[in-house]
């Protein structure tokens, strides 16, 4: 154990004859040759072992004292100490990656996906001597980031990304260029879907990727977050969302768009059409959607050609064993061999804990970090804003859809006939009344309370919500939930409880309000706190949460604001991502759009949400209703 307990960095001191006795022996330097094969994309490893005195020890004489259960091998009248746990180790890492016998004798052929793994657990073990080309240290530094990638030209996007954001897109690219595949794991709020869609709209260096569209696979609610992202961002690329049931009318255009935008639900039923093309690159985001390496969402992504492949989650991936193998069989299919090895290897040592279970989430590790990039918010502090804001969009479901057109027809000409027969001004809370229930129909069906209309119907806006919450809940953030309408909440509890995930609860009938407040800031085991708009606005000190969920928008943004610094204020150390969720094409995105249209207005002269309703003009009431 001695040569172990060195190089986990303790000094050992001797007394008396052992003093004596140590003084003459020697030990052992594994020494390993590491060359270009003769095979492009491949590299060979040989070793051997050199005495502290220059004299090389064969591998049989190794293999004979480990037989022997012995650290020791007797040479005449000279004893040599052997680290057994470095050999053993770097024998396993060598068995581990090798995919034959090399050119040279006792040599292994490996691929150069692995040279970054084989590199770092070389390096872990001290006192070993790595004798290898500057071109391949150089390689494998990059890979396992120790050398810093070289920067991209990125247009017009180059003053919208910050440092981090920029650095995660050279690692993308750098990735590509090196015929390796990745996961990019920022923490949630980071901007993974910038970086990509920044990534995307590089150049491609391979001449048929160039004129292929990349894909993008996610949750059928962010597809049309991806959308408006794209939009905003990369305006130039050709952009088809194939989504719905008119997504058939619109297969001949994919070969000439740039970026194709789809579901998981759908690549499953469409996989004929899909697997008619090769894409540039294949997006998986929500990688979670994929982690059962048996269902159809997995299978059927697996089936997609591309030349290059990329996938997003939120989640420390991993932290979970059991689902990364598929998601790696995805991405490099073999890299962390079978199913089988890779259970017995990793997934079973790792669930038995101790010794062994640390010894190969190291290993794991080793073998995910080349591949993997992950940023924490307080990593990443100096980059960041103390509040991060953005919209996600999500689009009616059928249902939905359905209902809220014949409400917004059927309310134009009430509407209409209202303002004829008394005028606006006197109409105004009839039409705020007509307004609200358009605002419900984009929550969920169920608040209108209409009798043929029950919970069957899908929210397409409770399943985004579910969406993040999910990622967030996965990454160890707490959250806080805002919504006008006390009946949604009720809703948003029952499905809570489904899930059998712990919340707490306040609207204006709640009587011990700081009691729930402290309940929440203490108990860290309860990640949801749902709170009404009305009763949440103020008062409330809630920095135990990071991040802020408004479920629907209000008329007058300063309200939303106000809610969001219940987590956002003094005492708060986490960077505060607040996402507002909006349905697009309905009265929730005209809403939006006012609020950014009036915005100096709002911020100057409007001081109550009152006065925002107040402000509501003719045109305005006739813009909302436009679908």
Request: net charge negative.
């Amino acid at each position: 154990t001695m040569p172990r307990l060195q190089r986990l960095g303790w000094r050992i001191n001797f007394e008396g004859g052992m003093e004596t006795f140590m003084d003459k022996v020697e030990s052992t330097i594994p020494v390993v040759h590491i060359n270009n094969s003769s095979n492009a994309g491949f590299f060979e490893v040989g070793y051997d072992y050199e005495t502290t005195s220059g004299q090389s020890l064969s591998d049989t004489e190794i293999q004979h004292a480990i037989n022997m259960g012995e650290a020791f091998v007797k040479r005449g009248n000279k004893t040599i100490l052997l680290d057994i746990n470095a050999v053993e180790a770097a024998r396993e890492v060598f068995s581990d990656c090798a995919v034959g016998a090399g050119d040279r004798p006792g040599s292994f052929k490996m691929n150069d996906i692995h040279a970054a793994y084989v590199q770092s657990s070389l390096l872990s073990l001290d006192g070993a001597d790595i004798e290898a080309s500057s071109e391949w240290m150089n390689k494998a530094n990059a890979q396992n980031r120790q050398a810093k990638v070289e920067p991209v030209p990125l247009g017009k996007l180059e003053d919208t990304l910050r440092d981090y954001q920029k650095n995660g897109v050279y690692w993308l690219s750098f990735l590509e260029q090196s015929g390796f595949c990745g996961i990019l794991a920022d923490e949630m709020g980071l901007g993974k879907t910038l970086q990509t869609l920044t990534w995307l709209s590089l150049q491609r260096e391979k001449t048929d990727a160039q004129h292929a569209p990349a894909l993008i696979i996610c949750p059928t609610s962010l597809v049309d977050n991806w959308a408006e992202e794209a939009e905003k961002f990369v305006p130039h690329l050709r952009v088809q969302k194939m989504h719905g049931s008119a997504r058939h009318e619109h297969w001949e255009k994919v070969p000439d768009c740039d970026l194709i935008i789809t579901s998981y639900a759908l690549i499953r039923r469409d996989l004929d059409e899909y697997i008619q093309h090769t894409f540039s690159v294949i997006v998986l985001d929500e990688a979670q959607h994929i982690k059962n390496r048996t269902t159809q969402n997995a299978q059927a992504v697996k089936q997609v050609k591309a030349h290059h492949k990329l996938v997003l989650t939120g989640t420390p991936i991993e932290n979970s064993v059991t689902d990364l193998w598929s998601i790696m069989d995805f991405l490099m299919p073999g890299y962390l061999g079978n199913h089988k090895t890779f259970r017995e290897n990793y997934e079973l040592p790792i669930q038995s804990g101790g010794p062994d279970a640390e010894l190969a989430l190291i290993r794991l590790r080793r073998k995910l970090h080349p591949f993997l990039l992950r940023r924490l918010k307080k990593e990443v502090a100096k980059d960041l804003p103390d509040k991060i804001q953005r919209v996600a969009y999500c689009t009616l479901s059928g249902d939905q859809s359905r209902v809220y057109k014949q409400l917004a027809e059927s309310a134009k000409k009430e509407i209409g006939n209202l303002v004829g027969a008394q005028g606006f001004n006197k109409s105004r809370m009839q039409i705020l009344k007509i307004l609200l229930q358009l605002r419900q129909t984009c929550c969920h069906l169920d608040l209108l309370k209409l009798p043929h209309l029950k919970s069957e119907y899908p929210s397409a806006k409770l399943e985004l919500f579910f969406e993040l919450v999910d990622e967030a809940l996965d990454a160890g953030h707490r959250i806080l939930v805002f919504s006008q309408f006390t009946s949604m909440l009720s809703i948003i509890r029952e499905e809570l409880e489904e899930r059998d995930l712990k919340y707490c609860y306040l609207d204006g009938a709640t009587k011990n309000r700081q009691e729930r407040v402290r309940q929440f800031n203490t108990d860290r085991s309860i990640p949801i706190f749902l709170i009404s708009l009305k009763a949440g606005g103020s008062g409330l000190n809630l920095t135990g949460a990071d991040m802020v969920i408004h479920f629907d928008p209000w008329w007058n943004p300063a309200v939303e604001d106000q809610a969001t610094d219940r987590a956002h204020r003094i005492g708060q150390k986490n960077t505060v991502y607040s996402v507002k969720l909006i349905t697009k094409g309905t009265v929730e995105d005209k809403v939006l759009q006012m609020q950014q249209k009036k915005k100096s207005i709002i911020d100057s002269a409007l001081e109550k949400d009152a006065d925002m309703v107040q402000s509501l003009t003719w045109n305005d009431v006739q813009e909302l209703l436009s679908v």
